[in-house]
């Protein structure tokens, strides 16, 4: 199975210290639906894992949050693409729980989910939170200098990032090298 494990806040849409709280809130960050679309046209499952502290914090409801994740669902359909699933935690962050990122626990309730192990399964955010939870689990690590990544831009890799993490300007542009690296090989000519 071809699957990318993304962010959402900073990764697809605009992200806000005041949080997203509703659908009104929710704006897509230039060229990310589109992305998603060309990621899942070329035999790829999109999935979200993604810290949503504000139910915690009473800031927004679940009702809310799906009403939130319709709209992008529909943004995504309309741009022809398609995210298969999103995993979040309703957690802050002194409720010591496993599923907030940077811990691992949203990767491995999608691993289960999939019956996959998550080695090497590319794994985008705009946080190192995003990336060190992801690493623990094994994905292959890329940061999009999106929302919280934009402090990053022309320093490379931030030293709390797994090692191998990846850089990229945009969610379109870590498409771009993933689809130019799955491209299939052809052979030869036959003499």
């Not at 709209?71 to 957690?91: N, Q, S, T, W």
């Not at 993490?165 to 090298?177: G, I, N, P, R």
Request: net charge negative; charged share 20%; with cysteine.
């Amino acid at each position: 199975m071809k699957l990318v494990i993304l962010d959402r806040d900073g990764t697809i849409n605009e992200d806000s210290d005041e949080f997203v709280k509703s659908p009104e809130e929710w704006t897509p960050l230039p060229g990310a639906l589109d992305a998603i679309a060309r990621l899942n046209h070329a035999g790829w499952h999109v999935v979200i894992a993604s810290n949503q502290s504000g139910l915690g914090r009473g800031l927004f409801d679940v009702a809310s949050l799906n009403a939130i994740h319709a709209k992008m669902h529909k943004a995504l359909a309309a741009a022809g693409g398609r995210v298969d699933a999103v995993f979040y935690c309703p957690h802050v962050p002194e409720d010591g729980c496993r599923c907030r990122k940077p811990l691992p626990g949203l990767f491995e309730q999608i691993g289960e989910r999939y019956g996959i192990d998550l080695k090497g399964v590319p794994a985008v955010g705009d946080s190192t939170r995003d990336l060190q939870a992801a690493g623990a689990v094994g994905c292959d690590t890329h940061l999009v200098l999106t929302g919280k990544g934009v402090q990053y831009r022309g320093q490379g890799v931030p030293p709390d990032c797994p090692p191998a993490t990846h850089v990229h300007e945009d969610l379109a542009a870590f498409a771009s090298m993933l689809l130019s690296r799955d491209v299939p090989i052809k052979a030869p000519p036959a003499p």
